[in-house]
């Protein structure tokens, strides 16, 4: 049993197996069974020094365990040993030392991403705020779409909240992302605030594009948005980078797309140019395993999309844990504005269809979306983990919860509120820089250009 630990604390629900069973040495040394413990902590978490290990000692008894002595033994561990560099505050801890739990997989790479890491108190609530948010405004927008208020089309990100927020946390403010058409989430994460990207939605003037812009075409501060073409952003992205080497900033772009994308002729175009020109690119494929309705392996011969680049190195990531995507992140970002271009698959799944008009149900069982949401929902793991770690409490998350709550609630009613542009709204703004007074190619029709600015991106 206690070999089948994965966290410290899982300890306290073993114990309380045991108790009931009323475990008894049996005719073992007490050392065997601290041996176990021992062996557990030394290959997962390293905590048990040898103070303890001679506390643990004197706390068996051959016969009927000492049961108060251990459980509290081992209570104490579990609350502090599972965070050892912790330092606590009015009980709870200010910061934590996390075990990654699915391993990365490499592609030339003799060192990969830090398997251990860091997560403060104030970390743990800005994730779990953004996942949260993220969520929040997705569900909002599959309301909004059910409700005839949002039309066209619209693809959701419920259930990839980790990918976005943990390469995020990576980025500093010369970094850049380009994306394709799920990018509702990457949208707040990049500084427009809920109202915007509901706006948008709606096509109301609130909106981050002023509502011209719709579900695939959002932009903001260092975001190219939002490309509706399958794939061609990510040559877009390796431009991106270009403009980055050259300018001599030091900052890097993301270029992500989908499993879905990852066999069109230009993404290994882009590979080819970054790699020549050493370019400080990270190419993302979110791999949420279907490609519209198609799972990855009917699409791909090779479903190892982290090694697609030949020479170019690769991470392949658990894309629904977020310490797991920052972590790799922070290696990728490293690596490429020090030495080129390098692929990054994040391991993920969507709970919704590919777009609101697929029911998600033909190509893929609800069973098999119900165990990933009961299993490994990015949000939920990552909350409990912060709870078991002490970072957070449970009266947090609800105040965070219901704050969050509040906020998408108050947005998604101003979206639905707010004023669509006027006609004259298609002829303002189509250049970022007028240099002519008529809109160009407008066959029959003399029309003014109208310059505003208001957009998000302006």
Request: hydrophobic share 35%; aromatic share 8%; glycine share 10%.
């Amino acid at each position: 049993m206690l070999r089948q630990l994965s966290r410290a604390a899982d300890l306290p629900v073993v114990l309380r197996q045991l108790q009931k069973v009323g475990l008894r040495c049996k005719g073992k040394q007490p050392s065997n069974l601290v041996c176990v413990v021992s062996s557990f902590y030394s290959t997962n978490s390293s905590q048990l020094s040898g103070a303890l290990l001679a506390r643990a000692n004197k706390s068996f008894k051959c016969g009927r365990l000492n049961s108060s002595s251990f459980f509290g033994l081992f209570q104490s561990t579990a609350r502090n040993g599972a965070a050892a560099a912790a330092q606590q505050t009015n009980n709870y801890a200010t910061e934590a030392t996390i075990q990654i739990q699915r391993p990365f997989k490499l592609h030339r790479l003799d060192q990969g991403p830090e398997t251990s890491v860091k997560l403060t108190k104030e970390e743990a609530l800005l994730y779990y705020t953004q996942m949260q948010v993220i969520r929040r405004i997705e569900t909002s927008a599959g309301n909004l779409y059910k409700e005839k208020i949002i039309r066209g089309f619209c693809h959701l990100y419920s259930g990839q909240e980790a990918c976005a927020v943990g390469m995020k946390s990576a980025m500093t403010d010369v970094d850049n992302i380009i994306s394709a058409y799920r990018v509702h989430g990457w949208t707040y994460l990049m500084g427009v605030p809920p109202l915007g990207v509901l706006a948008e939605l709606t096509g109301r003037q609130k909106g981050s594009s002023r509502g011209k812009g719709g579900s695939m075409h959002m932009y903001g501060q260092n975001f190219y948005g939002g490309n509706g073409i399958v794939g061609a952003q990510v040559p877009l992205g390796a431009g991106v980078a270009l403009a980055c080497q050259y300018k001599g900033n030091g900052g890097m772009c993301y270029a992500l797309y989908g499993d879905g994308a990852s066999n069109q002729g230009q993404v290994f175009e882009a590979y080819n140019m970054a790699y020549l020109w050493r370019l400080p690119v990270i190419f993302v494929c979110e791999n949420n395993n279907y490609g519209m309705g198609t799972s990855a392996e009917r699409s791909s011969c090779n479903t190892d999309y982290y090694t697609r680049g030949d020479v170019i190195p690769g991470i392949w990531v658990d894309g629904m844990d977020v310490l797991a995507v920052r972590s790799a992140s922070l290696f990728a970002r490293e690596y490429a504005t020090k030495k080129g271009p390098i692929v990054l698959e994040t391991n993920t799944y969507r709970y919704s269809g590919h777009s609101m008009s697929d029911p998600g149900t033909s190509y893929r069982t609800r069973e098999e979306i119900q165990e990933v949401r009961s299993k490994r929902d990015p949000i939920s793991s990552f909350k409990e983990l912060c709870i078991e770690h002490g970072l957070i409490s449970a009266d947090e998350v609800k105040v965070i919860d219901n704050k969050v709550r509040k906020e998408v609630d108050e947005a998604t009613a101003q979206a639905k509120a707010d004023a669509e542009l006027p006609l004259q709204g298609l002829w303002t703004d189509v250049y970022s820089d007028c240099l002519e007074p008529k809109i160009r190619g407008a066959v029959d029709y003399d029309i003014d250009h109208i310059q505003e600015n208001k957009g998000i991106n302006h």
